[in-house]
């Protein structure tokens, strides 16, 4: 099983900025689309950001459009999401995955590999 490898949160004031980064191991996953999705106790993963393969198509759920920016180095096969004016309803656990289209990491169709997220919470 090749789970994906979340970084880069933190404790962070409201208004402030976090990246995280995803980098599967290897070249695992290096050509396919990759999602963000977050989590809080109580409620069901939420999609969050995603990019296709390579890379110029995103697409992103509303409450997030025009604060965060998701991108991928290929050569580096890291996925990053940058999260700007952080508000405190961002706060939760980031998770990456891998679906094969970026039609499907929408959906939340992808796979079984979650691996560890990274923790955010933004403070008011």
């Known amino acids: 099983q090749v789970y994906q490898v979340a970084s880069g949160g933190g404790s962070v004031q409201a208004g402030e900025s976090l990246r995280l980064s995803c980098a599967p191991p290897g070249r695992a996953f290096s050509n396919w689309a990759m999602g963000w999705f977050r989590q809080t106790p109580g409620k069901d993963r939420e999609f969050v950001a995603g990019?296709?393969?390579?890379?110029?198509?995103?697409r992103y759920t509303d409450s997030v459009k025009g604060r965060f920016t998701v991108s991928r180095d290929s050569a580096k096969n890291v996925v990053y999401l940058q999260m700007d004016r952080l508000r405190s309803e961002d706060s939760a656990t980031y998770f990456c995955?891998?679906?094969?289209?970026?039609?499907?990491?929408?959906?939340?169709?992808?796979?079984?590999?979650w691996g560890q997220g990274t923790q955010v919470s933004v403070s008011t």
């Open positions: 995955n891998a679906g094969e289209s970026l039609a499907a990491v929408t959906a939340g169709r992808v796979t079984d590999a």
């Open positions: 990019i296709g393969w390579p890379g110029s198509a995103t």
